[in-house]
């Protein structure tokens, strides 16, 4: 049985590289309650944690060194959240990841079923870049 997670991510790249998520996510058991949704991470949070590595260190985590020559709003980011009313998870993404293969790897790799998915923007979430 597949866990669906919850949590945040970016769309980041070097130049040059192919652009790849950044997730920081934990399955809906560990998430934290939030009035009727069930979330995960705060972006500044991670990002700042990851900064304080080295570029070795991000490697051996496969972490692009992005994060220690840029700022976590300059790129694309989002967030999955669950809706315990709804029984529905929400992707909350800057438009510029409202494509359908950015939404296609986002449900991918947060283990959820498309067709439990709604998808918002927020304006939270709207990239520098």
Not at 19 to 29: F, G, I, T
Request: proline fraction near 5%; charged fraction near 25%.
């Amino acid at each position: 049985m597949t866990v669906s997670r919850v949590g945040i991510f970016w769309r980041i790249g070097a130049t040059g590289a192919a652009p790849e998520l950044l997730v920081d996510c934990v399955p809906v058991a560990h998430a934290e309650s939030y009035g009727d949704f069930l979330t995960h991470g705060g972006h500044y949070e991670f990002w700042c944690a990851l900064s304080r590595l080295s570029a070795s260190e991000l490697r051996q985590r496969n972490v692009p060194d992005v994060v220690l020559w840029s700022e976590y709003e300059e790129w694309p980011r989002g967030r999955v959240v669950f809706h315990v009313p709804s029984d529905r998870f929400i992707i909350y993404a800057d438009r510029k990841l409202q494509g359908s293969a950015t939404i296609d790897r986002i449900v991918q790799r947060f283990r959820l079923t498309r067709d439990r998915v709604d998808i918002l923007g927020d304006p939270h979430y709207i990239s520098l870049r």
